[in-house]
């Protein structure tokens, strides 16, 4: 089975060739992995005045999009894979609109070693955009539909610039796995772990040092 992943900065999408889909099959998965960030890709009008930003990105392309990957960083999406049952194996939320593609998407979740979790339709996927709770934290299937839960889509924009602000201070090589223990506290999933203190120290000074 065919599928397709779009994994550029938004900016960027608009951008993409006309005539790139016109020989994908139909029938097969287009996913985006897409975060909306002002800082990086300037204003969008369409999701500043609401728009969900993956529904955006569908009527962008013409297509419909499955949404999934966009809330763990790189580093853990390359190395902390596990086999089914693993204790600790970390969950991804996957939506869309079409139930076939969506399963096609989780199954691919489950062969690279993530559990997935159904969010959802396509309206729903702003549960997970950066700001909100299951954005990076790297949850269990157990802790993610509770993070989802928690999402607060009037606070979670303000959540994602502040934090972008601080990010884009950051020196190239700063450990991703701090910003995963961060994430966690923030999340109320390390509450008082020294490593979760830690890495929130570190990234502070970090964002200090850095000009």
Do not use: H
């Given at each position: 089975m065919d599928l397709l992943v779009i994994a550029i900065p938004m900016k960027g999408v608009p951008s993409l060739p006309e005539d790139l889909l016109v020989d994908f099959p139909s029938s097969s998965p287009v996913i985006?992995?897409?975060?909306?960030?002002?800082?990086?890709?300037?204003?969008?009008?369409?999701?500043?005045?609401?728009?969900?930003?993956?529904?955006?990105?569908?009527?962008?392309?013409?297509?419909p999009v499955i949404k999934a990957f966009n809330n763990i960083v790189a580093d853990s999406l390359v190395r902390k894979g596990r086999p089914k049952g693993s204790q600790g194996r970390i969950a991804l939320p996957v939506s869309g609109?079409?139930?076939?593609?969506?399963?096609?998407?989780?199954?691919?979740?489950?062969?690279?070693?993530?559990?997935?979790?159904?969010?959802?339709?396509?309206?729903?996927?702003?549960?997970?955009?950066?700001?909100?709770?299951?954005?990076?934290?790297?949850?269990?299937?157990?802790?993610?539909?509770?993070?989802?839960?928690?999402?607060?889509?009037?606070?979670?924009?303000?959540?994602?610039?502040?934090?972008?602000?601080?990010?884009?201070?950051?020196?190239?090589?700063?450990?991703?796995?701090?910003l995963v223990r961060v994430a966690r506290l923030s999340a109320g999933l390390d509450t008082l772990s020294p490593r979760s203190w830690a890495a929130l120290l570190h990234l502070g000074l970090a964002a200090l040092c850095t000009t």
């Open positions: 985006d992995t897409g975060n909306y960030y002002p800082l990086r890709d300037g204003v969008i009008s369409e999701i500043q005045n609401g728009m969900i930003e993956s529904e955006w990105t569908s009527r962008v392309l013409g297509r609109d079409d139930d076939r593609s969506k399963q096609i998407v989780m199954a691919l979740l489950d062969e690279i070693g993530f559990d997935a979790v159904d969010a959802g339709p396509l309206s729903k996927s702003w549960r997970y955009q950066p700001g909100t709770p299951a954005c990076c934290p790297d949850p269990t299937i157990q802790q993610l539909p509770t993070l989802l839960q928690r999402a607060r889509r009037n606070k979670a924009p303000g959540n994602r610039d502040r934090a972008a602000k601080i990010m884009a201070r950051l020196r190239p090589d700063f450990p991703p796995q701090e």
